[in-house]
């Protein structure tokens, strides 16, 4: 039976890029050799991490505008981290935009470097929407976005106007939707969502906000000392690399961030209208923030829950439980999930609805 995988990350990647990587786990580029073996320093494998790092600023159309992209190690949950260590100055101020779970994990890594100014946040309701109506402060060393709320459900449809550089978590919605991407001083995303395996965390970052903080960073945390070694400060994960250069070469040749948007928005157009129009299901969040690529969800009576389990279960529909902290559902249609998956849960959903209300 076909398997239609709405994980959250890990997540569904494209099925030529499965057939790919297994070839290569025998043998990378007739060298005999598994990309499981090969040493990073090899022409082959450098030759990878040049053309991946090159074609990610060329999708984000980044290209000649003074950005390094890097693919580093510790997640995103790194950055949090990292993004302070690199932009707050000694007894410096940054603000940062409170809208779920990772968001509230990046300030608390933020708060022991310096004054850290939360400009608004939802979480009172539970994180069910992005707030709006907030002001930034002109003296903040930089301030900090989360794009899309994997959690919640929840996703930024507008960004800020500010002058003080802007750093935006975009994990779980990177290169799904098309934005000036320029108006970003620093973007990073757990490759595990939209861009290959887990393993590997990519950072853009404008060059010119570096060497400003006046701290004396850590080699393994300073972005410089990254971008000088090309990458290959430590050892790189070079199976992670290489599925994202497949799975960012699978999306060019789609027609790029432009092309996919499209898909994403009829699959996302498809099943929130079966979740407003089916009489047993209520969404989650504000229907003007509800995410593109996380559906959230829940039963009107939990007493049909087993009911409906059963249904999508018996359909080959995979990773659709909500995230522990939540409950419900949650279907993450990221850019490798097929429409024709989406269609299989909303006839899932309708048959359940027959089913109850007979």
Known sequence: ??????????????????????????????????????????????????????????LLGLEGKGYQALFLQGGASLEFLMIPYNLMKIEGKAAYLDTGTWASGAIKEAKPFGETVIVASSKESNYTFIPKDYSIPA?????????????????????????VP?????????????????????????????????????????EEVLGKSGRTIPNILNYEQHIAKESMYNTPPV???YTSLLTLQWLKNKGGIAAIEKENESKAALLYAEIDRNSL??????????SFMNAT???????????????????GIS?????????????SMYNALPIESVQVLVDVMKEFENKIIK
Request: proline share 2%; with cysteine; net charge negative.
């Open 139 to 163: 003296d903040a060393d930089y301030f900090h976005c989360t794009s899309n709320n994997t959690i919640f459900g929840t996703q930024m449809k507008s960004f800020p106007e500010t002058n």
């Open 297 to 315: 969800f829940t039963l009107k009576n939990i007493e049909h829950q087993e009911t409906f389990d059963a249904l999508w279960k018996a359909a």
């Open 281 to 290: 299901f209520n969404g989650v969040v504000a229907t003007e923030d509800r």
């Open 319 to 331: 990773g659709i439980n909500g995230h522990r902290s939540v409950g419900g559902y949650r279907a």
């Open 239 to 241: 199976f992670a690399v």
């Open 1 to 58: 039976m076909k398997k239609h995988n709405y994980s959250a990350g890990p997540c569904i990647l494209p099925q030529e890029v499965f057939e790919k990587a297994s070839q290569a786990i025998l043998d990378f580029n007739n060298s005999g050799l598994s990309i499981l073996e090969i040493s990073h320093r090899s022409k082959d494998f450098v030759a990878v991490m040049d053309e991946a790092r090159a074609l990610v600023l060329e």
């Open 166 to 206: 802007v750093v935006c978590d975009m994990s779980s919605d990177i290169f799904s939707r098309t934005l000036d991407f320029s108006k970003f001083d620093i973007i990073y995303a757990g490759a595990q969502k939209n861009m290959g395996p887990a393993g590997t965390t990519l950072v853009v970052v404008k």
